[in-house]
């Protein structure tokens, strides 16, 4: 069965510096899916980023971007020029190809320091 | 505006209580999905159903229920509470692969706060 682990329970940056989350992820799988999902205190989770195994290219939209290193089995997420609405958990997460199923990780609850 | 809905929002019911959890999208997606999470923990799947009458437990054991008999609906019940099944529930709902996509971007529903005393 595949796993996810977000190693990182908390982590805190000041506005408008960058910071990385991390994922790691254990699969026996060749073509796979992965994604950041941030749930904020009110508690509705929306999808910040995806990542799909065949690409090479690692994923981007806006100030979020991913280091996707598929050998190792890692994927973390860097967030740039953090804002106060950054704030919340983040949760990296783990579709295969067949199982159309998300495996989350434990999350990542981020601080913005103002 | 397309959306996903949960109703209700926070919920504090007794013991042995039957309780519906609803669940509706307006989305048209044929994919819908139940999560339960402890606060501040990660999200474990209970059911998932991939279209009308069809319906499936997740990896995580639950005494809940669930059934699909429209499409935009996806309501939970458990029929007699106990307080270890005070949790969060969030609903998601996701695109069929048909639409061109390679993988589905699942859209969550604001949860629904459950506490049983």
């Known amino acids: 069965a595949q796993t996810v682990t977000q190693s990182q329970p908390e982590m805190s940056v000041q506005e408008a510096e960058t910071v990385t989350l991390s994922c790691t992820y254990d699969t026996s799988e060749s073509d796979y899916y992965l994604f950041w999902y941030k749930q904020p205190p009110s508690r509705q989770m929306i999808l910040v980023i995806r990542?799909?195994?065949?690409?090479?290219q690692n994923a981007t939209e806006n100030r979020f971007s991913v280091n996707f290193q598929k050998a190792a089995k890692s994927f973390s997420l860097k967030i740039s020029d953090s804002q106060l609405g950054d704030a919340a958990m983040y949760f990296c997460?783990?579709?295969?190809?067949?199982?159309?199923?998300?495996?989350f990780g434990q999350g990542t609850r981020l601080t913005i320091n103002p | 505006e397309a959306d996903i809905y949960q109703t209700p929002r926070y919920l504090v019911i007794g013991t042995g209580k039957k309780i519906t959890l609803e669940c509706s999208q307006t989305m048209g997606h044929d994919k819908m999905y139940w999560y339960q999470q402890d606060p501040g923990m990660e999200l474990h799947l209970i059911h998932y159903?991939?279209?009308?009458?069809?319906?499936e437990k997740g990896d995580l054991s639950s005494e809940s229920t669930v059934s699909r008999i429209r499409t935009e609906h996806f309501p939970l019940t458990l029929e007699s509470a106990r307080p270890s099944h005070t949790s969060q529930y969030l609903c998601a709902s996701s695109e069929p692969r048909g639409t061109g996509k390679r993988t589905d971007t699942q859209y969550f529903g604001p949860g629904t706060r459950l506490t049983v005393l």
């Open positions: 997460a783990y579709e295969s190809q067949g199982a159309q199923k998300l495996v």
């Open positions: 159903s991939y279209g009308v009458n069809s319906t």
């Open positions: 990542q799909e195994a065949y690409k090479q």
